[in-house]
Protein backbone atom coordinates (compact mmCIF):
# COMPACT_ATOMS: atom_id res chain seq x y z
CA UNK A 1 0.00 0.00 0.00
CA UNK A 2 1.10 3.23 -0.84
CA UNK A 3 2.25 5.34 2.82
CA UNK A 4 1.44 9.16 2.99
CA UNK A 5 3.12 11.11 5.70
CA UNK A 6 1.08 14.04 7.51
CA UNK A 7 2.43 16.61 9.62
CA UNK A 8 0.83 19.30 11.48
CA UNK A 9 2.21 22.07 12.92
CA UNK A 10 1.73 23.93 16.00
CA UNK A 11 -1.64 26.20 14.86
CA UNK A 12 -3.06 23.50 13.33
CA UNK A 13 -2.36 21.34 17.04
CA UNK A 14 -3.54 24.10 18.73
CA UNK A 15 -6.32 22.88 20.30
CA UNK A 16 -8.55 19.97 20.63
CA UNK A 17 -11.24 20.71 17.87
CA UNK A 18 -8.09 21.28 15.35
CA UNK A 19 -6.46 17.78 16.83
CA UNK A 20 -9.76 16.08 16.25
CA UNK A 21 -10.54 17.68 12.68
CA UNK A 22 -7.14 16.32 11.94
CA UNK A 23 -8.10 12.98 13.09
CA UNK A 24 -10.74 13.07 10.26
CA UNK A 25 -8.34 14.54 7.93
CA UNK A 26 -6.13 11.18 8.21
CA UNK A 27 -9.04 8.94 8.16
CA UNK A 28 -9.96 10.41 4.76
CA UNK A 29 -6.73 9.03 3.50
CA UNK A 30 -6.69 5.65 5.20
CA UNK A 31 -10.12 5.52 3.33
CA UNK A 32 -8.39 6.68 -0.18
CA UNK A 33 -6.30 3.30 0.47
CA UNK A 34 -2.95 4.70 1.70
CA UNK A 35 -0.96 3.70 5.46
CA UNK A 36 -0.49 7.14 6.96
CA UNK A 37 2.36 8.02 9.25
CA UNK A 38 1.85 11.37 11.20
CA UNK A 39 4.34 13.68 12.69
CA UNK A 40 3.09 16.53 14.88
CA UNK A 41 4.51 19.54 16.59
CA UNK A 42 3.97 21.17 19.56
CA UNK A 43 0.66 22.77 20.54
CA UNK A 44 0.91 26.80 18.85
CA UNK A 45 2.89 28.31 21.30
CA UNK A 46 4.15 26.21 23.97
CA UNK A 47 7.42 25.69 22.31
CA UNK A 48 7.83 29.36 22.97
CA UNK A 49 6.62 29.06 26.42
CA UNK A 50 9.19 26.49 27.22
CA UNK A 51 11.90 28.19 26.32
CA UNK A 52 10.70 31.28 28.17
CA UNK A 53 10.86 29.40 30.98
CA UNK A 54 14.37 28.63 30.65
CA UNK A 55 15.49 32.00 29.60
CA UNK A 56 14.42 33.66 33.15
CA UNK A 57 16.61 30.93 34.58
CA UNK A 58 19.35 31.17 31.87
CA UNK A 59 19.47 31.81 28.50
CA UNK A 60 22.50 30.50 27.99
CA UNK A 61 21.95 27.84 30.27
CA UNK A 62 22.84 23.92 29.48
CA UNK A 63 21.61 22.69 26.22
CA UNK A 64 20.79 19.25 27.18
CA UNK A 65 18.47 20.64 29.89
CA UNK A 66 16.62 23.27 26.78
CA UNK A 67 16.60 20.01 24.81
CA UNK A 68 14.38 17.86 27.82
CA UNK A 69 12.41 20.65 28.36
CA UNK A 70 11.42 21.93 24.68
CA UNK A 71 10.93 18.34 23.84
CA UNK A 72 8.16 17.73 26.01
CA UNK A 73 6.41 19.81 23.81
CA UNK A 74 5.71 17.79 21.25
CA UNK A 75 5.13 14.74 23.93
CA UNK A 76 2.22 15.87 24.54
CA UNK A 77 0.95 16.24 20.84
CA UNK A 78 1.74 12.94 20.42
CA UNK A 79 -0.71 11.37 22.39
CA UNK A 80 -2.96 14.15 21.99
CA UNK A 81 -3.48 13.29 18.28
CA UNK A 82 -3.24 9.38 18.84
CA UNK A 83 -6.60 9.66 21.23
CA UNK A 84 -8.06 11.63 18.79
CA UNK A 85 -7.35 8.65 15.98
CA UNK A 86 -8.65 6.30 19.05
CA UNK A 87 -11.77 8.62 19.55
CA UNK A 88 -12.65 7.72 15.92
CA UNK A 89 -12.12 3.99 15.53
CA UNK A 90 -8.58 4.23 14.16
CA UNK A 91 -5.79 2.19 15.91
CA UNK A 92 -2.74 4.77 16.39
CA UNK A 93 0.68 4.27 18.66
CA UNK A 94 2.17 7.35 19.59
CA UNK A 95 5.82 7.66 19.30
CA UNK A 96 8.81 9.74 20.88
CA UNK A 97 11.68 10.47 18.66
CA UNK A 98 13.37 7.71 20.76
CA UNK A 99 11.24 5.05 20.19
CA UNK A 100 10.79 5.76 16.48
CA UNK A 101 14.69 5.03 16.21
CA UNK A 102 15.31 8.79 15.17
CA UNK A 103 19.15 8.95 16.12
CA UNK A 104 20.94 12.45 15.47
CA UNK A 105 24.45 13.59 16.41
CA UNK A 106 24.87 15.22 19.94
CA UNK A 107 24.68 18.97 19.14
CA UNK A 108 22.18 20.07 21.77
CA UNK A 109 19.18 22.16 20.03
CA UNK A 110 20.49 22.10 17.39
CA UNK A 111 21.22 18.51 16.05
CA UNK A 112 20.67 16.82 12.83
CA UNK A 113 19.58 13.33 12.22
CA UNK A 114 22.09 10.49 11.23
CA UNK A 115 19.45 7.88 10.48
CA UNK A 116 15.94 6.38 11.26
CA UNK A 117 15.58 2.87 12.42
CA UNK A 118 12.27 2.38 10.73
CA UNK A 119 11.05 -1.49 12.24
CA UNK A 120 8.49 -0.08 14.82
CA UNK A 121 6.83 2.46 12.44
CA UNK A 122 6.92 -0.71 9.83
CA UNK A 123 4.99 -2.84 12.19
CA UNK A 124 2.74 -0.76 13.60
CA UNK A 125 1.41 0.49 9.87
CA UNK A 126 1.15 -3.13 8.66
CA UNK A 127 -0.84 -3.71 11.76
CA UNK A 128 -3.32 -1.24 10.01
CA UNK A 129 -2.68 0.96 12.75
CA UNK A 130 -1.38 5.32 12.67
CA UNK A 131 2.42 6.10 13.64
CA UNK A 132 2.51 9.37 15.41
CA UNK A 133 5.70 10.74 15.72
CA UNK A 134 7.12 13.90 18.05
CA UNK A 135 8.46 16.48 15.34
CA UNK A 136 11.96 18.41 16.61
CA UNK A 137 13.43 15.70 19.00
CA UNK A 138 15.80 12.78 18.16
CA UNK A 139 18.08 10.55 20.69
CA UNK A 140 21.86 10.60 20.26
CA UNK A 141 23.56 6.88 20.45
CA UNK A 142 24.12 7.95 23.80
CA UNK A 143 20.59 8.09 24.53
CA UNK A 144 20.35 11.86 24.68
CA UNK A 145 17.47 13.92 23.90
CA UNK A 146 18.31 16.29 21.29
CA UNK A 147 16.07 18.94 19.65
CA UNK A 148 16.74 20.09 15.76
CA UNK A 149 16.29 23.38 15.84
CA UNK A 150 12.73 25.79 15.37
CA UNK A 151 10.40 24.24 12.55
CA UNK A 152 11.97 20.95 12.92
CA UNK A 153 8.79 18.80 13.17
CA UNK A 154 8.99 19.31 9.30
CA UNK A 155 12.06 17.50 9.23
CA UNK A 156 11.17 14.98 11.09
CA UNK A 157 8.50 14.60 8.60
CA UNK A 158 10.05 14.81 5.78
CA UNK A 159 13.01 12.31 7.38
CA UNK A 160 10.61 9.93 8.21
CA UNK A 161 8.85 9.87 5.26
CA UNK A 162 11.89 9.17 3.30
CA UNK A 163 13.01 5.92 5.36
CA UNK A 164 9.15 4.81 4.84
CA UNK A 165 9.71 5.36 0.88
CA UNK A 166 6.30 7.27 0.97
CA UNK A 167 4.70 8.55 -1.99
CA UNK A 168 4.37 12.31 -0.57
CA UNK A 169 4.75 14.24 2.44
CA UNK A 170 2.05 16.74 3.11
CA UNK A 171 2.82 19.72 5.60
CA UNK A 172 -0.60 20.89 7.13
CA UNK A 173 -0.04 24.65 8.28
CA UNK A 174 -1.70 27.85 8.90
CA UNK A 175 -1.46 29.02 5.21
CA UNK A 176 -2.98 27.33 2.21
CA UNK A 177 0.71 27.05 0.42
CA UNK A 178 3.93 28.85 -0.61
CA UNK A 179 3.78 32.58 -1.51
CA UNK A 180 6.27 33.87 -3.45
CA UNK A 181 6.79 36.66 -0.01
CA UNK A 182 5.81 36.11 3.52
CA UNK A 183 2.03 36.73 3.21
CA UNK A 184 2.63 38.86 6.63
CA UNK A 185 5.05 41.52 4.84
CA UNK A 186 3.22 41.18 1.20
CA UNK A 187 -0.47 40.73 1.97
CA UNK A 188 -0.94 40.73 -1.72
CA UNK A 189 1.64 38.11 -2.99
CA UNK A 190 1.48 35.29 -5.12
CA UNK A 191 0.95 32.13 -4.40
CA UNK A 192 2.92 29.61 -6.30
CA UNK A 193 1.18 26.22 -7.25
CA UNK A 194 4.67 24.26 -7.63
CA UNK A 195 8.31 24.94 -6.73
CA UNK A 196 11.66 23.36 -7.37
CA UNK A 197 13.21 21.42 -4.39
CA UNK A 198 16.23 23.80 -5.72
CA UNK A 199 14.10 27.29 -5.24
CA UNK A 200 12.45 25.81 -2.28
CA UNK A 201 15.86 25.00 -0.80
CA UNK A 202 17.06 28.72 -1.19
CA UNK A 203 13.94 30.35 -0.02
CA UNK A 204 14.29 28.42 3.43
CA UNK A 205 17.83 28.89 4.19
CA UNK A 206 16.76 32.37 3.36
CA UNK A 207 14.18 32.51 5.76
CA UNK A 208 10.88 31.40 4.53
CA UNK A 209 10.07 29.53 7.73
CA UNK A 210 7.48 27.68 6.06
CA UNK A 211 9.65 25.22 6.16
CA UNK A 212 12.97 24.23 7.74
CA UNK A 213 15.53 24.01 5.46
CA UNK A 214 16.70 20.42 6.28
CA UNK A 215 13.29 19.15 5.35
CA UNK A 216 13.90 20.05 2.27
CA UNK A 217 17.10 18.79 2.09
CA UNK A 218 15.62 15.43 2.65
CA UNK A 219 12.98 15.28 0.05
CA UNK A 220 14.98 16.27 -2.93
CA UNK A 221 17.99 14.00 -1.33
CA UNK A 222 15.23 10.98 -1.37
CA UNK A 223 13.17 12.50 -4.09
CA UNK A 224 9.72 13.12 -2.09
CA UNK A 225 7.88 15.63 -2.79
CA UNK A 226 6.78 17.63 -0.26
CA UNK A 227 2.74 19.84 -0.37
CA UNK A 228 2.32 22.59 1.74
CA UNK A 229 -1.15 23.35 2.25
CA UNK A 230 -3.87 24.18 5.22
CA UNK A 231 -5.22 22.25 7.57
CA UNK A 232 -8.36 24.95 7.94
CA UNK A 233 -9.47 24.18 4.35
CA UNK A 234 -9.77 22.20 1.49
CA UNK A 235 -7.77 24.13 -0.65
CA UNK A 236 -4.81 22.88 -3.61
CA UNK A 237 -1.39 23.31 -2.09
CA UNK A 238 1.75 23.87 -3.23
CA UNK A 239 3.85 20.87 -4.61
CA UNK A 240 7.80 20.84 -3.90
CA UNK A 241 9.26 18.49 -6.57
CA UNK A 242 11.74 18.23 -9.37
CA UNK A 243 12.30 21.02 -11.53
CA UNK A 244 9.51 20.88 -14.64
CA UNK A 245 9.84 22.28 -17.74
CA UNK A 246 8.59 26.17 -17.54
CA UNK A 247 9.86 26.74 -14.04
CA UNK A 248 12.83 28.59 -15.71
CA UNK A 249 10.67 30.86 -17.74
CA UNK A 250 10.03 32.91 -14.18
CA UNK A 251 13.35 35.21 -13.71
CA UNK A 252 12.57 35.77 -10.05
CA UNK A 253 10.34 33.41 -8.04
CA UNK A 254 10.19 34.63 -4.46
CA UNK A 255 12.02 37.04 -1.90
CA UNK A 256 12.89 36.39 1.86
CA UNK A 257 13.83 37.81 4.65
CA UNK A 258 15.51 36.72 7.87
CA UNK A 259 16.13 38.11 10.83
CA UNK A 260 17.54 35.15 12.51
CA UNK A 261 21.15 35.65 11.99
CA UNK A 262 24.06 37.93 13.27
CA UNK A 263 27.24 39.35 12.17
CA UNK A 264 30.47 38.47 13.73
CA UNK A 265 33.57 40.42 12.25
CA UNK A 266 37.14 39.99 12.73
CA UNK A 267 39.59 42.18 12.32
CA UNK A 268 43.03 42.18 11.85
CA UNK A 269 43.86 38.39 11.33
CA UNK A 270 46.84 37.61 9.26
CA UNK A 271 46.40 37.42 5.66
CA UNK A 272 48.01 34.31 4.79
CA UNK A 273 46.97 30.21 3.73
CA UNK A 274 45.00 28.74 6.69
CA UNK A 275 43.85 31.32 8.66
CA UNK A 276 39.85 31.31 6.95
CA UNK A 277 40.43 27.44 7.71
CA UNK A 278 40.98 27.95 11.30
CA UNK A 279 38.11 30.18 12.17
CA UNK A 280 35.58 28.11 10.19
CA UNK A 281 36.91 24.26 11.50
CA UNK A 282 37.04 25.52 15.02
CA UNK A 283 32.95 26.47 14.60
CA UNK A 284 32.55 23.26 12.71
CA UNK A 285 33.96 21.14 15.22
CA UNK A 286 31.43 22.77 17.93
CA UNK A 287 28.53 22.14 15.34
CA UNK A 288 27.67 25.87 14.21
CA UNK A 289 26.80 26.45 11.01
CA UNK A 290 28.52 29.59 9.48
CA UNK A 291 25.67 31.34 6.55
CA UNK A 292 27.44 33.83 4.39
CA UNK A 293 31.18 34.99 4.54
CA UNK A 294 32.99 38.02 3.08
CA UNK A 295 36.86 38.49 3.81
CA UNK A 296 38.11 41.84 2.82
CA UNK A 297 41.24 42.54 0.80
CA UNK A 298 44.25 42.07 2.62
CA UNK A 299 46.74 45.34 3.26
CA UNK A 300 49.66 45.39 4.99
CA UNK A 301 49.33 41.57 5.79
CA UNK A 302 46.07 42.23 7.29
CA UNK A 303 42.50 41.20 6.45
CA UNK A 304 39.27 41.41 7.53
CA UNK A 305 36.29 38.71 7.87
CA UNK A 306 32.99 38.66 8.50
CA UNK A 307 30.58 35.77 8.82
CA UNK A 308 26.84 35.19 9.74
CA UNK A 309 25.52 32.52 11.94
CA UNK A 310 21.73 31.83 13.50
CA UNK A 311 21.41 33.92 16.71
CA UNK A 312 20.57 31.10 18.52
CA UNK A 313 24.15 29.59 17.74
CA UNK A 314 25.61 33.11 18.52
CA UNK A 315 26.77 32.69 22.38
CA UNK A 316 28.63 29.52 21.26
CA UNK A 317 30.02 31.50 18.38
CA UNK A 318 31.26 34.02 20.16
CA UNK A 319 32.99 32.21 22.49
CA UNK A 320 34.71 30.03 19.67
CA UNK A 321 35.68 33.33 17.73
CA UNK A 322 36.78 34.79 21.03
CA UNK A 323 39.25 32.20 21.41
CA UNK A 324 40.68 31.74 17.43
CA UNK A 325 40.89 35.54 17.80
CA UNK A 326 43.25 35.72 21.29
CA UNK A 327 44.82 32.25 18.82
CA UNK A 328 45.61 34.36 15.84
CA UNK A 329 46.33 37.81 17.65
CA UNK A 330 43.56 39.33 15.75
CA UNK A 331 43.14 43.38 16.36
CA UNK A 332 39.24 42.71 17.37
CA UNK A 333 36.05 41.23 17.49
CA UNK A 334 32.39 42.58 17.02
CA UNK A 335 28.58 41.31 16.82
CA UNK A 336 26.34 42.84 15.07
CA UNK A 337 22.71 41.45 15.95
CA UNK A 338 20.90 44.21 14.15
CA UNK A 339 21.11 42.35 10.55
CA UNK A 340 18.85 41.25 8.52
CA UNK A 341 19.05 38.99 5.05
CA UNK A 342 17.36 39.61 2.30
CA UNK A 343 17.27 37.17 -1.01
CA UNK A 344 15.65 36.98 -4.18
CA UNK A 345 15.39 33.13 -5.58
CA UNK A 346 14.85 31.74 -8.69
CA UNK A 347 16.03 28.95 -11.49
CA UNK A 348 14.84 31.63 -14.47
CA UNK A 349 18.41 33.13 -12.70
CA UNK A 350 20.30 30.68 -14.58
CA UNK A 351 19.65 31.53 -18.30
CA UNK A 352 18.94 35.15 -17.79
CA UNK A 353 21.29 37.67 -15.87
CA UNK A 354 20.65 41.33 -14.47
CA UNK A 355 18.66 40.55 -11.55
CA UNK A 356 21.56 41.50 -9.26
CA UNK A 357 22.04 44.87 -11.11
CA UNK A 358 18.34 45.51 -10.43
CA UNK A 359 18.26 44.08 -6.98
CA UNK A 360 20.59 46.71 -5.86
CA UNK A 361 19.02 49.24 -8.06
CA UNK A 362 16.33 48.64 -5.92
CA UNK A 363 18.02 48.88 -2.64
CA UNK A 364 19.68 51.40 -3.48
CA UNK A 365 16.47 53.84 -4.17
CA UNK A 366 14.71 53.01 -1.22
CA UNK A 367 18.42 54.39 0.71
CA UNK A 368 18.96 51.08 2.15
CA UNK A 369 23.12 50.51 2.79
CA UNK A 370 24.06 46.45 1.89
CA UNK A 371 27.00 45.00 3.93
CA UNK A 372 27.52 41.67 2.69
CA UNK A 373 26.55 40.15 -1.03
CA UNK A 374 26.52 36.37 -1.72
CA UNK A 375 25.25 34.80 -4.77
CA UNK A 376 24.40 31.42 -5.77
CA UNK A 377 23.40 29.79 -9.22
CA UNK A 378 19.86 30.93 -8.32
CA UNK A 379 19.63 33.02 -5.55
CA UNK A 380 21.00 36.86 -4.68
CA UNK A 381 21.25 37.45 -0.88
CA UNK A 382 22.56 40.71 0.51
CA UNK A 383 22.71 41.77 4.37
CA UNK A 384 21.03 45.03 5.34
CA UNK A 385 19.98 46.93 8.59
CA UNK A 386 17.34 45.19 10.37
CA UNK A 387 14.93 48.24 10.19
CA UNK A 388 14.54 48.03 6.21
CA UNK A 389 13.42 44.50 6.34
CA UNK A 390 9.91 44.94 5.35
CA UNK A 391 10.47 47.87 2.94
CA UNK A 392 13.57 46.00 1.04
CA UNK A 393 10.95 42.83 0.86
CA UNK A 394 7.64 44.98 -0.27
CA UNK A 395 10.10 46.94 -2.52
CA UNK A 396 11.49 43.99 -4.30
CA UNK A 397 8.31 41.86 -4.77
CA UNK A 398 6.83 45.14 -6.52
CA UNK A 399 10.61 45.23 -8.81
CA UNK A 400 10.16 41.41 -9.41
CA UNK A 401 6.11 41.17 -9.77
CA UNK A 402 5.37 38.87 -7.10
CA UNK A 403 1.92 40.27 -6.32
CA UNK A 404 -1.35 39.42 -7.79
CA UNK A 405 -3.06 42.05 -9.28
CA UNK A 406 -6.33 42.75 -7.27
P1 LIG B 1 3.74 25.58 11.45
O1 LIG B 1 3.54 25.88 12.89
O2 LIG B 1 2.55 24.96 10.79
O3 LIG B 1 5.01 24.81 11.20
P2 LIG B 1 5.05 28.02 10.65
O4 LIG B 1 4.65 29.24 11.40
O5 LIG B 1 6.33 27.37 11.01
O6 LIG B 1 3.84 26.98 10.74
O7 LIG B 1 5.09 28.32 9.08
C1 LIG B 1 3.97 28.90 8.44
C2 LIG B 1 4.15 30.39 8.33
O8 LIG B 1 5.24 30.68 7.47
C3 LIG B 1 3.01 31.13 7.73
O9 LIG B 1 2.02 31.47 8.68
C4 LIG B 1 3.67 32.36 7.07
O10 LIG B 1 3.44 33.53 7.82
C5 LIG B 1 5.15 32.03 7.10
N1 LIG B 1 5.79 32.24 5.81
C6 LIG B 1 6.96 32.87 5.62
N2 LIG B 1 7.27 32.94 4.33
C7 LIG B 1 6.28 32.33 3.67
C8 LIG B 1 6.04 32.07 2.29
N3 LIG B 1 6.89 32.47 1.36
N4 LIG B 1 4.91 31.41 1.96
C9 LIG B 1 4.04 31.00 2.90
N5 LIG B 1 4.21 31.22 4.21
C10 LIG B 1 5.32 31.87 4.61
N1 LIG C 1 7.72 22.97 18.17
C1 LIG C 1 8.96 23.27 17.51
C2 LIG C 1 9.10 24.77 17.29
O1 LIG C 1 8.24 25.53 17.70
C3 LIG C 1 9.13 22.52 16.23
C4 LIG C 1 8.16 22.89 15.13
O2 LIG C 1 7.18 23.60 15.37
O3 LIG C 1 8.38 22.43 14.01
O4 LIG C 1 10.08 25.21 16.76
MG1 LIG D 1 7.00 25.42 11.13
Same mark, same amino acid.
Given at each position: MPILVHKYGGTSMANIERILSNAHRIAKDIEKGYQVAVAVSAMSGETNRLLALADEIDPYGSGRERDMLASAGEQVSIALMAMALHKIGIGSVSFTANQAGIKTDPFHTRAKILSIDDTRLRKVLDEGKVPVIAGFQGVTEAMEVTTMGRGASDTTAAAVAAALGAERCDIYTDVDGVYAADPRIVPRAKKLDRISYDEMLEMAGAGSKVLQTRSVVFAKKYNVPLQVLTSFEDLPGTMISEEVEGMEEVLVTGVCSDKTEARLTLY?? =??? =?GIAAQVFEALNDEGISVDMIVQSVGQDGQANISYTVNKSDLGDARKVTEKVKQGLSARDLSVDEKVSKISVVGVGMKSSGGVAARMFRCLAAKGINIYMISTSEIKISVVIDEDYTELAVRTLAKEFELETEE
Open positions: GI =PDH =P
